[in-house]
């Protein structure tokens, strides 16, 4: 059985395929390409793991699967950290036609609940180190709730608990994959979102690897590639833009950080002759002054580009990235829904300094639409209309969501608000969907607005952003309560749900009650002039 998706139109489809983006060939090649190859393939603190490892582990695991029941069209909840571990169990899923989600290290029970119940995954693969596994009450939960969950799979088991490890070095006879056709489901991606549950991406194995293709050319990566991976393995950006992924298919070598902090990164960099990476901009801010503070540029004089995206990156702080570090900026203005944007290593530096680049693809269709949907010229601010060979057609099992952010010629509305120039670059000028990019990591307005008003002395709240020097947005909850409470208490409330952490808002204002716009919607753009306005006061 294969997993529902909505597919492209099928003139659209034979145009990606005659054109060469879609190869018809199953992600899993990529684990694949190298495996006579002992050179290493990832490393992270506990080891080093050779293209030939990877392959034969992931089929392994993949066999031992197999062998227990898995089934071509199960899905499976993930949650890994920043180890090897991840992909091999990743190319085991794939290569046994399972779609993973992958959740992020961050996610708590309500994320993890929200996916399970939008996937019913027959398997769960978890690390016992993981807050929320550290006993079995939340997986007791999920089993409970989800008859399917057949299989459990831990990574550091606790004691007399078998764990991964043991699956994927038993050794087996050779394993046949089946994984999904090309073109159908290989795993889903992760929206940041602007609903009350976390939307889920279907990526097939076509647009998927085409992202990553495109990617690898515009980015020049080779066999000789040192990539530091020091954003969440799971985001789509460190996977695939051109991420582990784009590493592992040019043959080079990718070096797994815990965190991105400069004390952890700097000598990661040192040690292994890293030559690219990929930060979001609050992190590129804290490289800048540690290299100030420690006077230590040495350490970083291998690396040849950094890559910046996930949040707007300002010009100023842009420019320092050559001055500083001396080295080549890219900036990346991507999406777990498809379109990635890049400036290119040849352009001008005025262009990688003040655009956030252009489509991977020349097939990419973006352009810029006013509020009735009709086409703006060229350097006019308005909404991101795009579809294209990687771009996805519609959010899992969400019909009334997709009608919203869909045209009727299959155009996806990202939220972003930008202008275009002459010569197809993008600039991102704002957003027009109800989000917070705290640094990268977005927060849906409404899904932490549902959790505080399950809180029995709030009336109301609203979730909007307030400009913060490091991260560029931080959130703020205005709330209308009933009695008295106290931040703390509402942080708790939120903390007892179970969510990231960088969701909980980092102020609360308290008030009598919320301002509406004549249709009688929080009017969230005065929330927003009167935080700055106050900031401005206390500044
Ligand atoms: P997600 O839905 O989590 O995949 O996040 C994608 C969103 O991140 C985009 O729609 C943008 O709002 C934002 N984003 C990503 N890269 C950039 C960038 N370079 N500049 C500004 N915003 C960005
Ligand atoms: O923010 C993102 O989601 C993002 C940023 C850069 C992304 O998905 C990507 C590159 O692929």
């Known amino acids: 059985m294969s997993i529902s998706f909505t597919p492209w139109p099928a003139e659209l489809a034979a145009r990606y395929r005659e054109k060469g ?15 006579d190859s002992d050179r290493p393939a990832i490393i992270d603190p506990v080891q ?15 066999a031992q699967l197999q062998k227990r029941g898995v089934m071509p069209g199960d899905t499976a909840l993930v949650q890994l950290g920043n180890g090897c571990e991840f992909y091999i169990v990743f190319f085991a899923l794939l290569k046994l036609g399972v779609a993973p989600v ?3 290290f961050s996610h708590q029970r309500s994320e993890l609940n929200a996916y399970a119940a939008q996937i019913k995954p027959q398997l769960l693969i978890a690390d016992r180190q993981h807050p929320v596994f550290t006993d079995n009450r939340f997986v007791d939960e999920l089993s409970a709730h989800y008859p399917e969950l057949q299989h459990q799979l831990w990574h550091n088991p606790l004691e007399n608990e078998s ?9 087996t006879e050779e394993f046949a994959p089946t ?25 097939t194995h076509n647009d998927y690897y085409y992202s990553i293709i495109g990617s690898v050319d515009i980015c020049r990566f080779t066999e000789n590639t040192r990539y530091l991976c020091a954003l969440p393995i799971a985001h789509n950006y460190p996977m695939s833009s051109p991420g582990i992924l784009g590493v592992l298919y040019s043959g080079g070598l990718s ?13 990661l960099i040192a040690n292994h002759l890293i030559n690219v990476t990929a930060l979001v901009p609050p992190a590129v801010s804290l490289w800048l002054q540690s290299m100030q503070e420690w006077n230590c540029a040495h350490q970083l004089s291998s690396l040849r580009l950094l890559q910046v995206g996930g949040a707007k990156l300002s010009e100023s702080l842009a420019a320092r990235i050559p001055a500083e570090i001396g080295c080549q900026l890219q900036q990346v203005f991507g999406m777990a829904e498809g379109l990635v944007n890049y400036t290119r290593l040849d352009d001008d530096l005025q262009t990688i300094l003040t655009t956030q680049g252009c489509p991977i693809s020349p097939d990419d269709e973006v352009w ?15 909404r991101l209309m795009t579809r294209g060979p990687y771009t996805f057609r519609g959010y899992y099992n969400s019909p009334e969501h997709n009608a919203a952010c869909f045209d009727q010629q299959g155009f996806y509305c990202s939220g972003d608000l930008i202008s275009i120039d002459e010569r197809g670059y993008i600039t991102v000028q704002g957003r027009e969907k109800d989000q917070i990019n705290r640094g990268g990591e977005k927060i849906a307005a409404e899904e932490i607005e549902n959790l505080l008003q399950r809180h029995p002395d709030i009336i109301h709240a609203a979730l909007v952003s307030m400009s913060d020097e490091l991260l560029g947005e931080k959130s703020c909850a205005y709330i209308v309560a009933k009695q008295a409470v106290k931040a703390v208490q509402l942080r708790r409330h939120l903390r007892d749900q179970g969510i990231a952490e960088f969701k909980l808002p980092d102020r609360f204002v308290f008030t009598d009650a919320l301002p509406l716009t004549p249709v009688g919607k929080v009017d969230k753009k005065l929330l927003r002039q009167q935080l700055s306005e106050d900031n401005k006061k206390n500044a």
Do not use: M
């Open 21 to 35: 983006y879609w190869l018809d060939k199953p992600l899993t090649e990529i684990s694949d390409r190298h495996r």
């Open 48 to 62: 080093t793991l050779s293209y030939r490892q990877l392959a034969l582990y992931s089929d392994q695991l993949a």
């Open 102 to 104: 992958n959740a992020l």
């Open 163 to 171: 764990g991964l490890l043991s699956l994927y070095t038993q050794k």
């Open 179 to 203: 994984p999904s056709a090309a073109d159908k489901v290989a795993f889903f991606q992760l929206s940041g979102g602007s609903t009350g549950t976390p939307k889920l991406i279907p990526r």
């Open 255 to 267: 070096v797994l950080a815990p965190d991105p902090s400069p004390t952890t990164c700097f000598s």
């Open 368 to 382: 810029v639409a006013d509020e009735e949907g009709h086409p703006l010229p060229v350097n006019t601010t308005g």
